[in-house]
């Protein structure tokens, strides 16, 4: 247990043998490390100057957050380090959802290593201003299950906070997991000596997800962390109607595509409909959804990113949807809201110029 670090074989919630309540607290029951913990010196940890030292070239601090899994949350966080980095910002993404880091695909880093150096551990990069790092370079293949405990991962959490070299960056996107667990704690209680600019919460619009974002918010109050606004991912689908597939129930209850027939009689009969972009609602948004919420519990709403299988793609293939025109509907939601997001907390104005 020298100089504070919380044992691998510690219980889950572990307070940490610095804590004041180190082999005190319920938590603490049964642990083998309950009576050194107790009788321990206590004080602050060492490492967390560390860490002040390594965040004090680091501009701003952004934490992406979801009450739910499956929100795309981590699509938003790499299309926002994509976007932030073409502005020509200076960004690093650090991955913190231990046991789903899904980055490094997101990225197009699979397969990627760290590399070590007289400084620390070197990010991966995508462009010369766009550094990653994940427990997701670690791993020997991509099915490695990390089966940890909360010490572990919060472990972690703190040796890529104080050993990652980012050099002179303007933004630091931090993607974690869904939920208020213990990555949540401790990345907020190792950074927030050095400050948190604040918090993105990602949500989609029905009820099931919202009720969990509505505990994230709360979370981020208790631990007062701003949250710079929330964003509505897969709000209704849009997708060209050209790339629709068509279908015709028979008799017999199976389908049938008819798309060829569909899309060759409108080539022929109406074919400025093959430009339209057809939208739908997918998810039950009677509530009122994300933008209802912000109301009610007083935060600020970035705006709706519709559910677009151009941009899932782009996911998949590790690229940005701001480089070509094929994510029509999400790349120019994802623009406005990111550049509410610039202008509500003055970072516009940091926009390097071009030379």
């Known amino acids: ?4 670090e ?22 603490c029951q049964g642990c083998p490390n309950q009576e050194a913990c107790a009788t321990a010196p206590k004080g602050p940890d060492p490492d967390l ?10 501009k701003h601090k952004i934490l992406i957050l979801s009450g739910k899994g499956g929100v795309g949350k981590s699509t938003f966080s790499a299309q926002l380090s994509f976007a932030l980095a073409a502005m020509d910002f200076q960004v690093g993404l650090l991955d913190i959802d231990i046991c789903g880091p899904s980055i490094p695909k997101m ?5 990627q290593d760290i ?10 990069y995508v462009e010369s201003n766009l550094g990653v790092m994940s427990i997701g370079f670690m791993l020997p293949n991509s099915d490695e299950a990390v089966i940890w405990r909360g010490p572990r991962k919060n ?12 050099g002179e960056i303007d933004f630091l996107v931090v993607d974690a997991p869904p939920g208020t667990s213990d990555e949540h704690i401790s990345i907020v209680q190792f950074l927030q000596a050095t400050g948190i600019d604040g918090a993105i919460i990602v949500t989609t619009p029905q009820q099931v997800s919202l009720i969990d974002v509505r505990k994230e918010v709360s979370f981020c109050k208790k631990v007062e962390v701003p949250v710079l606004g929330v964003v509505e991912n897969m709000s209704g ?7 629709f597939r068509f279908m015709r129930a028979t008799e017999t209850g199976e389908q049938q595509d008819v798309t060829e027939k569909v899309i ?13 972009i057809a939208c739908c609602e997918v998810f039950d948004r009677s509530s009122g959804g994300a933008a209802k919420m912000c109301v009610e519990m007083a935060v600020p709403f970035l705006g709706k990113i519709p559910l677009d299988p151009q941009l899932c793609k782009a996911a998949e293939e590790g690229r940005s949807c701001f480089a070509d025109k094929k994510c029509g509907g999400s790349a120019s939601a994802l623009k406005s809201i990111i550049e509410k997001l610039l202008e509500t907390n003055q970072w516009k104005q940091e926009i390097p110029m071009n030379e």
């Open 237 to 243: 689908l849009c997708q060209a109607l050209s790339d």
């Open 107 to 111: 990225l197009g880093l699979e397969g």
């Open 264 to 276: 060759e009689h409108m080539r022929e009969k109406a074919p400025e409909m093959l430009d339209l």
């Open 155 to 166: 472990g972690l959490i703190k040796q890529f906070l104080k050993d990652v070299y980012w």
């Open 49 to 58: 100057v560390a860490i002040a030292e390594r965040m004090a070239t680091v």
């Open 1 to 4: 247990m020298e100089n504070g």
């Open 115 to 124: 590399h070590q150096s007289n400084l620390g551990w070197s990010p991966v």
């Open 6 to 27: 919380i044992p691998e074989n510690a219980n889950e919630h572990c307070p940490g043998p610095q804590s004041e309540s180190a082999g005190k607290s319920d938590s």
